[in-house]
């Protein structure tokens, strides 16, 4: 099956979008402009199968091993924000623990997740600082995601995304990442560096997989 794209999800160009890879569960496609990896609407999970998906993951703040891989965004966060700073961790999930670690460092923090805590009104008030920790490949239109995230940041603040940076093809064939069928949206270095352009951000890449963009 060929998939009918008619424009970018993050930049909304209409033209410049090729075929990138493609295997038996699905078509990847690449936008010339921004580098963002996609994969049609087509292809998205419904809801339920979403939740389905992410009641599967034992995440726990009680979890040493977790807490390791969410420092990996913690630490560079938690270096550049002043003491007793106002959170949001976006896409808490089924067990929230990132939230938790920077409250026992004194930060304040909200949560909210459109499945496990979808109070709507943490996205109305402005942070120091946002976390998005394994939550922005999920997105299917990461044009008005991605835009309301940067909308809660204040002036001075930083937002923090996780998520893992796909390479060339040959990679991306062989990456285990793409095979999450709630995996839609996949970002580079590139894709990050077009993003803090759009938005006149300062960024720092941390590693393979964090970005922190600061207004």
Not at 12 to 41: D, H, W
Not at 93 to 111: D, V, Y
Request: glycine content about 6%; overall charge negative.
């Amino acid at each position: 099956m060929t998939a009918i794209v008619q424009q970018c999800p993050l930049c909304l160009q209409s033209s410049g979008i090729l075929p990138f890879y493609s295997n038996k569960s699905r078509e990847f496609y690449r936008c010339t402009r921004c580098a963002l990896i996609f994969v049609p609407p087509s292809y998205f999970l419904s809801p339920l199968q979403e939740k389905a998906e992410y009641d599967k993951h034992q995440n726990s703040p009680n979890d040493p091993g977790y807490r390791t891989f969410l420092s990996k965004l913690f630490q560079p966060m938690q270096e550049r924000i002043t003491p007793g700073s106002k959170g949001l961790d976006f896409g808490s999930g089924p067990g929230p623990t990132l939230s938790i670690m920077f409250e026992e460092q004194g930060h304040e923090m909200h949560i909210y997740d459109p499945f496990y805590a979808p109070d709507r009104d943490v996205l109305k008030i402005e942070y120091d600082f946002v976390c998005a920790s394994e939550v922005v490949e999920h997105f299917h239109k990461p044009a008005t995601d991605l835009s309301l995230l940067w909308s809660l940041v204040k002036t001075d603040g930083c937002l923090g995304i996780m998520t893992g940076m796909a390479q060339d093809t040959e990679a991306f064939a062989k990456w285990r990442y793409k095979d999450d069928l709630s995996h839609v949206s996949f970002f580079s270095v590139q894709t990050m560096e077009w993003l803090a352009g759009e938005w006149q951000a300062g960024l720092h890449l941390m590693g393979n997989n964090v970005s922190l963009f600061r207004k």
